[in-house]
T-cell receptor
């Protein structure tokens, strides 16, 4: 079946550095990709929605300059956490959809555990 | 206030037993409701998806029900296995674009 690959699965970085997370749809064209953040024992919080070839739409309270999203192709979206701080430590998950209709599957990546020291 | 409320927050069951998870929503209009299973440290995996005209849908030992009139859904796990230990997330969509996530129910299956 369709698979979404997210990389890296874990990353530890120092405060002030930037981290890039990749999300790839392996066997389908993802017209829309979503980025989420999840804190322990909490639900997924949508950060932004990106459509291929256009600027991402960010949810309220999510800093665009802090979390840079690029969706340059139908199979790849990237999230860059810029100037990371310890409070950015979290579990980041992407998801992707192909054709946009009510029952189109939403496939999730396996997430990236970011730890900022 | 979250538009998707799940209960209980967590539960512990013995292997082989059944359990039922609840999802109440206020999302309107309603397009579809999905149940996902999320293992610790992994991304969610789809279990079922239902629209308003569907009352029940099964996926192996998982059976989801939907009452669009009362805006309630349940996920029933039959003959639980240790591998069922996970967080189960209810997701409700008002249209093709927006998704409202519940906080999830953490299920722990013990031998």
């Amino acid at each position: 079946g369709a698979v979404v690959s997210q990389h890296p699965s874990r990353v530890i970085c120092k405060s002030g550095t930037s981290v890039k997370i990749e999300c790839r749809s392996l066997d389908f064209q993802a017209t829309t990709m979503f980025w989420y953040r999840q804190f322990p024992k909490q639900s997924l919080m949508l950060m932004a929605t990106s459509n291929e070839g256009s600027k991402a739409t960010y949810e309220q309270g999510v800093e665009k300059d802090k979390f840079l999203i690029n969706h340059a192709s139908l199979t790849l979206s990237t999230l860059t956490v810029t100037s990371a701080h310890p409070e950015d430590s979290s579990f980041y998950i992407c998801s992707a959809r192909g054709v946009l209709r009510w029952n189109s599957p939403l496939h999730f990546g396996n997430g990236t555990r970011l730890t900022v020291t | 206030k979250n538009q998707v409320e799940q209960s209980p927050q967590s539960l512990i069951i013995l292997e082989g037993k059944n359990c039922t998870l609840q999802c109440n929503y206020t999302v309107s209009p309603f397009s579809n409701l999905r149940w996902y299973k999320q293992d610790t440290g992994r991304g969610p995996v789809s279990l079922t998806i239902m629209t308003f005209s569907e009352n029940t849908k099964s996926n192996g030992r998982y059976t989801a029900t939907l009452d669009a009139d009362t805006k309630q859904s349940s996920l029933h796990i039959t003959a639980s296995q240790l591998s069922d230990s996970a967080s189960y997330i209810c997701v409700v969509s008002p249209n093709d674009y927006k998704l409202s996530f519940g906080a999830g129910t953490t299920v722990t299956v013990r031998a």
